[in-house]
């Protein structure tokens, strides 16, 4: 089956690691604005299989380029379209919280499950539902996990401290702490607004004296981190680092965490910026030539 990557601009950098993985060709997708903000999308090529690669970071514009560009892949004939979407939005709003509320991860698991035939996506924010299938029904829906990468990211030598700043954050930690034989803390966490968070770390006394590096999936406003970086602090830790999969922070917000004493934060490329510092074209190269999808 002929096959080809088709990446938007904001992509194209991890799409090109992924082509180099694959030993398939990359070609960029063009978007036009119009001066009312509709979007026009065009496809340069097309393949019996067309794989789009896009991280769904800023994911309202963002999603409807790639439905268009979906569509436009199939009117030029391809049999099988795929999305690598390393960071996979909407996922966390998996119930109506409130009265009234949308439940996002079921109208956009759906969209997107009516427009490709799979999924390939990178640790997905997931609570309430076990599996990624059931939040994207009835196409080949596959999980992968970061975890083995971030780990090489841990310079171990001086038996640094693993910190998970909420509950779910323990699948991580754990995965990451384990290989390294290192201690982990898993604090909980009580999310009061979009940037306000409260923490407590059971036996935080455990990281004095010694390098403290938090995990997470993913890095928004930076609030998490710096409430926890705030405690370990306080509890005599030798300096603060972070990483986590998906770092979405914005400049601002980088700057914010690295005025509060958070040293180092390094992620994987799900989403290009100065914190990339681990590529996943092998993880998904791997996982897509393991599921006969390249
Ligand atoms: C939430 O449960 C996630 O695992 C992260 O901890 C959260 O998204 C981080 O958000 P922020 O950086 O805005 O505190």
Same mark, same amino acid.
């Given at each position: 089956?002929s096959? &080809?990557?088709l990446?938007?601009a904001?992509?194209?950098?991890?799409?090109?690691?992924?082509?180099?993985?694959?030993? *398939?060709?990359?070609?960029?997708?063009?978007?036009?604005?119009?001066?009312?903000?509709?979007?026009?999308?065009?496809?340069p090529?097309?393949?019996?299989? &067309?794989?789009?690669?896009?991280?769904?970071?800023?994911?309202?514009? $963002? *999603?409807?380029? *790639?439905?268009?560009?979906?569509?436009?892949?199939?009117?030029?004939?391809?049999?099988?379209?795929?999305?690598?979407?390393?960071?996979?939005?909407?996922?966390?709003? =998996? $119930?109506?919280?409130h009265?009234?509320?949308?439940?996002?991860?079921?109208?956009?698991?759906?969209?997107?499950?009516?427009?490709?035939?799979?999924?390939?996506?990178?640790?997905? %924010?997931l609570?309430?539902?076990?599996?990624?299938?059931?939040?994207?029904?009835?196409?080949?829906a596959?999980?992968?996990?970061?975890?083995p *990468?971030?780990?090489?990211?841990?310079?171990?030598?001086?038996?640094?401290?693993?910190?998970?700043? =909420?509950?779910?954050?323990?699948?991580?930690?754990?995965?990451?702490?384990?290989?390294?034989?290192?201690?982990?803390?898993?604090?909980?966490?009580?999310?009061?607004?979009?940037?306000?968070?409260?923490?407590?770390?059971?036996?935080?006394?455990?990281?004095?004296?010694?390098?403290?590096?938090?995990?997470?999936?993913?890095?928004?406003?930076?609030?998490?981190?710096?409430?926890?970086?705030?405690?370990?602090?306080?509890?005599?830790?030798?300096?603060?680092?972070?990483?986590a999969? %998906?770092?979405?922070? %914005?400049? =601002?917000?980088?700057?914010?965490?690295?005025?509060?004493?958070?040293?180092r934060?390094?992620?994987?490329?799900?989403?290009?910026?100065?914190?990339?510092?681990?590529?996943?074209?092998?993880?998904?190269? %791997?996982?897509m030539?393991?599921?006969?999808?390249?």
């Amino acid at each position: 089956m002929s096959a &080809v990557i088709l990446a938007f601009a904001d992509s194209m950098a991890a799409a090109d690691r992924l082509g180099a993985s694959l030993d *398939l060709p990359v070609r960029d997708v063009a978007v036009h604005r119009f001066p009312d903000k509709e979007a026009l999308v065009r496809i340069p090529a097309s393949a019996q299989s &067309v794989i789009l690669y896009r991280s769904l970071d800023d994911p309202d514009r $963002k *999603l409807i380029e *790639l439905l268009l560009a979906a569509s436009a892949a199939r009117d030029s004939g391809a049999e099988r379209v795929i999305l690598v979407a390393p960071y996979l939005a909407y996922m966390r709003q =998996d $119930k109506a919280f409130h009265p009234g509320e949308a439940v996002s991860q079921k109208v956009i698991g759906g969209l997107l499950a009516s427009h490709f035939d799979a999924l390939l996506t990178v640790d997905p %924010h997931l609570h309430r539902v076990a599996t990624l299938s059931e939040a994207i029904p009835g196409i080949s829906a596959i999980s992968l996990s970061a975890a083995p *990468l971030l780990t090489a990211l841990i310079d171990a030598g001086d038996n640094p401290i693993i910190i998970g700043p =909420d509950s779910e954050s323990r699948q991580w930690t754990e995965a990451i702490a384990r290989p390294l034989g290192l201690e982990t803390l898993v604090a909980t966490k009580q999310r009061l607004s979009d940037r306000q968070v409260s923490l407590t770390i059971p036996d935080v006394e455990h990281a004095r004296g010694r390098r403290a590096i938090i995990v997470d999936d993913m890095i928004s406003s930076g609030r998490t981190l710096v409430e926890a970086a705030k405690l370990l602090r306080q509890a005599g830790a030798t300096s603060i680092e972070a990483i986590a999969t %998906h770092c979405l922070a %914005h400049p =601002d917000d980088l700057a914010f965490m690295a005025a509060h004493g958070i040293a180092r934060i390094a992620s994987s490329d799900s989403i290009d910026g100065p914190t990339s510092k681990a590529a996943l074209a092998p993880l998904i190269a %791997h996982a897509m030539r393991d599921n006969g999808l390249a």
